[in-house]
């Protein structure tokens, strides 16, 4: 089973994937939160079968709602299970152990990985 993890931006999203029984997470490509944003995740979800989402779910409200009405589109869109998992201050985390500028141009993508890899850590055994 492939879970897919997200790192929400109103511009972009950071993506992740992560195979259950080996628990091997990976960075993906970016998307742009665009018109073809739909699109392209339906693609990512369909090429690994994905059943499940983990959102970065930020502490201030904001943001959190704005998140909120991402899991209502992603559950009306598609038919996968969503939960969420903390996210406040993976980017800057991330952002201290990223060394190379590729690393550094996908640090949502490295991000949504931070985000799959804390859930997983207490959700997967």
């Known amino acids: 089973m492939y879970i897919l993890g997200i790192d929400f931006g109103t511009k972009k999203l950071g ?15 970016l998307l742009q939160n665009d018109k ?7 693609k ?5 079968r994905v059943t499940h989402i983990i959102l970065g779910l930020p502490s ?3 943001t959190a709602k704005k998140v909120e009405r991402f899991k ?17 201050l993976t980017s800057l985390t991330v952002k201290k ?10 640090l949502d993508s490295y991000s949504a990985v931070a985000i799959l890899e804390q859930w997983a850590s207490s959700n997967i055994n």
């Not at 990512?44 to 690994?48: A, D, G, L, T």
Request: hydrophobic share 30%.
């Open 44 to 48: 990512v979800i369909s090429e690994y």
């Open 60 to 62: 201030y409200e904001e």
């Open 15 to 29: 993506l992740a994937i992560l195979e259950s029984t080996t628990q091997i997470c990976s960075p993906l490509p």
């Open 97 to 106: 152990q990223l060394t190379s500028k590729k690393q550094k141009q996908n």
């Open 72 to 88: 209502q589109n992603l559950l009306s869109k598609f038919a996968v299970n969503v939960d969420y998992s903390p996210e406040d």
């Open 36 to 42: 073809e944003m739909w699109e392209n995740l339906q």
